[in-house]
């Protein structure tokens, strides 16, 4: 049975949030020793996972970080670390996912939206509207 042109099934979505909830938790505790992750807030929004549960994309967001990407390399390099310190959080899993770490940009397309929805031209085409209406 084939995924493509579809969205992830109910089983990806579920599996890629019990991921995502562990591995924040994890980062929250501090079990990886590494000067940059234990001083770096890091909010995991969300993990996606690969049709056969195999690969896990876990998308982060360094809070306050002068550098992002030196915080992806080095999540990206304690990932088979991260791997094994997840099993027991994840032993209903038949196997454990590859993590794989990404910057999630989202935050940054909401800013610029919300920027975009807030500039002068926009609110002055909203602006006729209201008076239209009055």
């Given at each position: 049975?084939?995924?493509?042109?579809?969205?992830?099934?109910?089983?990806?979505?579920r599996?890629?949030?019990?991921?995502?909830?562990?591995?924040?938790?994890?980062?929250?505790?501090?079990?990886?020793?590494?000067?940059?992750?234990?001083?770096?807030?890091?909010?995991?929004?969300?993990?996606?996972m690969s049709?056969?549960?195999?690969?896990?994309?876990?998308?982060?967001?360094?809070?306050?970080?002068?550098?992002?990407?030196?915080?992806?390399?080095?999540?990206?390099?304690?990932?088979?670390?991260?791997?094994?310190?997840?099993?027991?959080?994840?032993?209903?899993?038949?196997?454990?996912?590859?993590?794989?770490?990404?910057?999630?940009?989202?935050?940054?397309?909401?800013?610029?939206?919300?920027?975009?929805?807030?500039?002068?031209?926009?609110?002055?085409?909203?602006?006729?509207?209201?008076?239209?209406?009055?």
């Open positions: 049975m084939s995924n493509a042109g579809k969205g992830p099934s109910q089983r990806m979505l599996v890629g949030e019990q991921v995502r909830h562990a591995l924040a938790e994890m980062l929250q505790r501090g079990e990886i020793r590494d000067d940059l992750i234990e001083t770096t807030v890091i909010s995991v929004s969300e993990v996606r049709p056969d549960l195999k690969i896990a994309n876990a998308y982060v967001a360094p809070l306050g970080a002068k550098d992002d990407d030196a915080v992806i390399a080095a999540l990206n390099r304690h990932a088979r670390f991260i791997r094994g310190r997840m099993s027991p959080a994840l032993r209903q899993m038949k196997y454990m996912p590859e993590f794989r770490f990404r910057l999630d940009t989202s935050y940054d397309n909401f800013q610029k939206i919300n920027d975009l929805l807030h500039s002068p031209e926009v609110a002055r085409d909203l602006g006729h509207d209201d008076e239209d209406k009055e």
